[in-house]
């Protein structure tokens, strides 16, 4: 996976918008970071419930790491791209999408589904 294949699936969920965060891309929703990418090292990562990111990195070790020190151990999570699949980074992002987008956003979504 290239990094701009990570940009687009990230900015194809709903009301997200890219902004920048130090100096690398990030991705909102509702003004929340859910999502970053570093393109020059070659990793993304997603903000995830430990669960979450417990069930990824078992699933795809090779692809999806904790994030070293206090914001890994809250669940943030690297995206190796290299090694990466769309439709599991897809599902990820989608996680890490509804963790962050406000409420009312999630109850149009169960409202009226895609």
């Given at each position: ?81 290299q ?11 989608l ?20």
């Amino acid at each position: 996976m290239t990094a701009d294949t990570f940009r687009k699936l990230a900015l194809g969920l709903p009301e997200t918008s890219e902004g920048a965060h130090m100096d690398h891309p990030d991705f909102r929703v509702g003004g929340k970071i859910f999502a970053t990418l570093w393109p020059d090292a070659g990793w993304g990562m997603v903000k995830l419930t430990v669960e979450q990111q417990l069930a990824f990195c078992t699933i795809e070790p090779a692809v999806f790491q904790p994030v070293q020190g206090g914001w890994g151990r809250r669940g943030a999570t690297k995206v190796i791209l290299q090694r990466a699949r769309p439709r599991l980074v897809r599902n990820a992002l989608l996680a890490a999408w509804k963790n962050t987008a406000p409420k009312r956003l999630l109850r149009q979504l169960e409202d009226h589904p895609a």
